[in-house]
C-alpha cells in the first residue's frame, strides 16, 4: 500500500515538473528564480503553494487573494499563453479556446450561485482556502478537469433541456430594449428640437 502511495506521489511530481518546463511567461520567470537559487522550481512552486493555502486559512484579505487567483491569474494566464504562441490565431486546434470558455462559464455560474447564497457561506471555516481549491481544481489543465465535469454534468444539459425559453426569454429582451431604446431616442430628440427652437426664438416669441 505504501509502495503504491509512493509511485502515485511520484507519478504526480513528474507530470507537475513536466508541466512546470513548459514553454510560457511563468516558467521563464521560474527558471530565472531557480538559477539564482539552485532550488528546484517544482520545489518554489510547492512551497509558494503551502505559504498561499496557509494564508488563505488565516491571513487578512484571503478574499482578494482566492479572487485574484481564481480570475485575475487565469486572464494573465491566458494573455501570455496565446501571445507566446500566437495560438488564437495561427493554431486550427480549439481545444484550448474551448477549454477556458468552458472554464469561464462555469467560474460566472459559481459567481452567481454564489451571490446568492453568501449569507450561509460567510460560516464555513476556511471557505476562502476551498473555494480557492476548487477554482484551481476547475482550471486544472488534467483529465479530472473541474470545470469541464460541471459544464458537462450539470450545466450544458440544464441550457440544452431549456434552449428554446433561454432564446425566446433573450429575444423578448432584446425587443424590451429596442423599445426602451427608441423612446429614449425619440425623447432625446425633442428635447434637442426644443433646445434648438428656444436659442433661435426668445421667450416672448419673438425672433433673436
Not at 539552485?38 to 484571503?62: D, E, F, K, N, P
Not at 450561485?113 to 488534467?142: G, H, N, Q, R
Not at 440544452?160 to 430628440?189: F, M, P, S, W
Request: glycine share 4%; aromatic share 18%.
Amino acid at each position: 500500500m505504501a509502495k503504491a502511495v509512493s509511485e502515485n506521489v511520484e507519478n504526480w511530481k513528474a507530470k507537475f515538473d513536466k508541466i512546470l518546463h513548459e514553454k510560457n511567461a511563468f516558467t521563464d520567470l521560474l527558471e530565472k528564480v531557480e538559477a539564482k537559487t539552485g532550488v528546484r522550481r517544482l520545489y518554489l512552486v510547492l512551497a509558494l503553494s503551502l505559504i498561499m493555502a496557509l494564508y488563505l486559512m488565516i491571513g487578512y484579505g484571503a478574499q482578494f487573494l482566492c479572487n485574484f487567483i481564481g480570475f485575475c491569474i487565469q486572464l494573465m494566464h491566458q494573455f501570455f499563453f496565446y501571445f507566446d504562441r500566437v495560438k488564437a490565431i495561427e493554431s486550427t486546434s480549439k481545444d484550448d479556446d474551448t477549454q477556458w470558455l468552458t472554464y469561464w462559464v462555469v467560474y460566472s455560474f459559481f459567481s452567481l450561485l454564489e451571490f446568492f447564497t453568501d449569507i450561509f457561506l460567510f460560516w464555513i471555516p476556511f471557505y476562502w482556502f476551498f473555494k480557492c481549491v476548487f477554482l484551481v481544481w476547475c482550471f486544472a489543465p488534467a483529465q479530472w478537469n473541474g470545470s469541464n465535469m460541471i459544464y458537462n454534468r450539470l450545466i450544458r444539459p440544464f441550457v440544452l433541456r431549456y434552449q428554446t425559453k433561454i432564446d425566446k426569454a433573450i429575444d423578448d429582451a432584446t425587443e424590451v430594449v429596442k423599445e426602451v431604446g427608441g423612446v429614449a431616442e425619440g425623447l432625446a430628440n425633442e428635447a434637442a428640437s426644443d433646445a434648438i427652437r428656444r436659442r433661435v426664438v426668445g421667450d416672448d416669441g419673438k425672433q433673436d
